[in-house]
């Protein structure tokens, strides 16, 4: 296989792969290698969802964070996920903060061209976009982060149809951000939180020499249909409500189906943890007629979500 054709096979490669080998210990710290063996030199940070992310240029910050919307619009509601795609969290109460996270400069590398932009795949150009006035509403989860020498994605984008007034009649819509760090001490890096349990913890060093972090949301509803159509309506709220200027220029009206699920398998999510344990059997190395038919499902997420999110550039502050 040529190397272009084998980066490309990489780049299709769901958040599920990613994650895999990491679902068993998902609240262990992992302390950092021993002397000898193989540096952490790469921390990445996966966002799964209808986040906004919002690249404040002017203090080199990054925040990311998912609007809670009044609790009587249930049908935009979601569930949360930090680290373990398999136990979800239920929403908060209306009058109760949401889920913080910050995480510092501290065992980052530091470059000497810092104040570059990141990398951000072209993928993501139908939704990157540059506003000074945006408001931080009140979020189910906010996540404070450095900005990152790269934003990336995995899966393939999701094809959208815009409004009657946007920049554009179609694109694509990538359903993750990936953002990814260079690592000069991984003893020094913590995720703070305000989480009273103290699952703070990153992931595993799953992959050789990479430490990662996963955030995720998903509707609360399960029928497919549903989830359709919160995902256009959801991604609409949170453009009126935290972007007012990108409203009409980025407003959704058709996302399609983010997996081949068939309508019948309501409440299904075959690309999730949370599947029942089988005993382990022996198979033959060898298909023949008489073996039975492998059942494939195209695995594109972890959470089954149904949009992705919007990438705005500012030099401001959040308005009041």
Known sequence: MKRRDLLKAFSVLPIAAALSECRESQYKATPPPKHGGEAVHTLQILL???FAVVLRQDINRLTAFVPRPDPKAADLAHYFYFNDPEHNTEPRKADSKGYHFELGAEGL???PNAKLPPYINPDFNDFVAETQKWRLLDSLVTINLPIPRSINFMGRPLHVEFGPNALKHTGLMPTNHILEYGVEDVGKIGMKCDDPEGHCANLPFCSPGIARFYFGVRPVMNGLQERQKHAVAFFNFMLERAFPELRQKYELK???RADDTPESSRG?????????????????EILDSASPRPRLVRVASMVDCQAGGILVKTNKAPIG
């Not at 299904?268 to 033959?284: H, M």
């Open 254 to 256: 058709y996302i399609e």
């Open 268 to 284: 299904a999510y075959p690309t999730a943890f949370n599947k029942v344990k089988q005993s382990p059997v022996l198979v033959p």
């Open 48 to 50: 799964e969802g209808t």
């Open 109 to 111: 590398r530091k470059y």
